[in-house]
């Protein structure tokens, strides 16, 4: 597995390839939510916490929108759209200032709960893709100096 992590300038919106749809297809919907579940929790305790709800209502609200979103895209059920409307992930990130020591933090709590799905390798290379280059999209805030 190669969990690599892009390093983009400030402002680049690098293109993006979609997961491939086996993905959705061999770790399920219902596998697709426990993955995010698992993101947000170890979220919830890093270093990025301050991001995201404190309130357990609110953190599984985050938990349903995210996992919408992911199997949407996987070529699922377009539930995304049914409940939110089009995505527009990075005008939808705007309110939180997000900055690119965040993104990697993102990341690695991927990388963790990705490591332990047992799925053939090139299905979570591909969702790593994608997450490595869109995740970029999201950053919207310079490092402090
Ligand atoms: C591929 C990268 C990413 C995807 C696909 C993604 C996806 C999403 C989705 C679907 C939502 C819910 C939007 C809504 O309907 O309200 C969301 C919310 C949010 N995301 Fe991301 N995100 C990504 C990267 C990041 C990164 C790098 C951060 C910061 C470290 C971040 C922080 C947040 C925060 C703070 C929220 C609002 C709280 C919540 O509802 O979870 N996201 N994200």
């Keep these: 597995m190669d969990f690599i992590i892009n390093h983009y300038e400030f402002g680049q919106r690098p293109s993006v390839t979609l ?44 938990k349903q929108r995210s996992s919408d979103f992911f199997i949407q895209i996987c070529g699922g059920h377009p539930y995304y ?32 709960v990705l490591s332990k799905l047992d799925l053939p390798e090139e299905l979570i290379q591909s969702f790593w893709d994608y997450l490595n280059v869109f995740s970029f999209w999201m950053v919207n805030t310079r490092e402090e100096s």
Aim: aromatic share 8%; charged share 35%; net charge positive.
């Design 19 to 62: 997961p491939s749809p086996e993905f959705l297809e061999k770790l399920t919907e219902e596998g697709i939510r426990k993955m995010v579940s698992d993101h947000y929790d170890l979220l919830s305790h890093s270093e990025v916490k301050h991001l995201f709800p404190r309130i357990d209502e609110a953190l599984d609200k985050a």
């Design 81 to 112: 759209n049914e409940n939110r409307g089009k995505p527009l992930l990075a005008k939808r990130h705007s309110p939180f200032a997000i900055t690119p020591k965040d993104r990697i933090v993102w990341l690695k709590c991927y990388i963790s």
